[in-house]
């Protein structure tokens, strides 16, 4: 897909000079997607930390597994 986006002519031309060359098509794609990965990485973050805090709060195991033995742990 296609679209505008604008960016300031300075900023463009910092990436020139630091890109080595690279297409800035492929930089910005690239940034976009690294972007997107941690903005991921951040909702899952807060998404565990909820079900954590809410497990907390209100555990779902049965009380009655509570004291479960493992062979090999304590």
Same mark, same amino acid.
Request: glycine share 6%; proline share 5%.
């Given at each position: 897909?296609?679209?505008?986006?604008?960016?300031?002519?300075?900023?463009? /031309?910092? $990436?020139? !000079? @630091?890109?080595?060359?690279?297409? *800035?098509?492929?930089?910005?794609?690239e940034?976009? #997607? /690294?972007? $997107?990965a !941690? @903005?991921?990485?951040?909702?899952? *973050?807060?998404?565990m930390?909820?079900?954590?805090? #809410? /497990?907390?709060?209100?555990?779902?195991?049965?009380?009655?597994?509570?004291?479960?033995?493992?062979?090999?742990?304590?």
């Amino acid at each position: 897909m296609r679209t505008t986006v604008i960016i300031p002519d300075e900023l463009v /031309e910092e $990436v020139g !000079r @630091l890109a080595a060359g690279e297409p *800035l098509s492929r930089f910005v794609r690239e940034s976009v #997607a /690294e972007r $997107v990965a !941690r @903005l991921k990485r951040e909702q899952l *973050l807060r998404d565990m930390e909820a079900g954590y805090r #809410a /497990e907390a709060r209100d555990p779902s195991l049965d009380s009655e597994w509570e004291n479960l033995e493992v062979d090999g742990l304590p």
